[in-house]
């Protein structure tokens, strides 16, 4: 039996990607650090300076302050059920982080940026704020007419799962390359090979 060359698993990284490869982390790394900074402070500054019910005219009617702590999920569905949606937290975490080895598009980084700030955010409320550890209800505070209470790392996530909508219809995989085209990888890999030998009698 043969091995298969083109695997992934065993095809080497062409020289290209290993050098834009770390530019796409960094970024990565610095949408999720932005996003959940961003979350953190703002939660901070609604808890210090407001009391829970209270609801501040912003942009009225348009946009208000109103602080709640929400036990569910974003835009607080499933408020009986907080310890199912800390372990999905957690999960989608540990997901995000293991698919960084395919990562070679600056949108997928942008993406899984927003989409790991914004789940580290409210996963950071469920642990360590009250009632209990894995059972802490997250602050929400930003109030449009007519929808439900959210805070930034919801709207990381949501903005996030938009862009990852928005590639998988443009056909952009995680590693850059586009759905039905060879990716880099596996051109890359052919070309190393050399040509196809000829048949007999061209």
Known sequence: M???????ALTPMPARDRKWRPAKLWLFAAFAAFAYALDQFTK???TSTMEEGERIA????????????NSGAAFSIGENVTWIFTIIM?????????QLRRLGSAWWALSLGLLLGGALGNLTDRLFREPSFGMGHVVDFIQFPNFAIFNIADSAVVSGVAIVCILTLRGIAMDGSRHGAPSERTADAGNAQGPAPEAPGE
């Open 44 to 46: 901070l500054w609604v």
């Open 90 to 98: 957690a999960v989608v975490v540990v997901a995000i982080l293991f």
């Open 2 to 8: 043969t091995d298969d060359l083109t695997d992934d």
């Open 58 to 69: 912003v942009l009225p009617p348009l946009l208000h302050w109103y602080y709640i702590r």
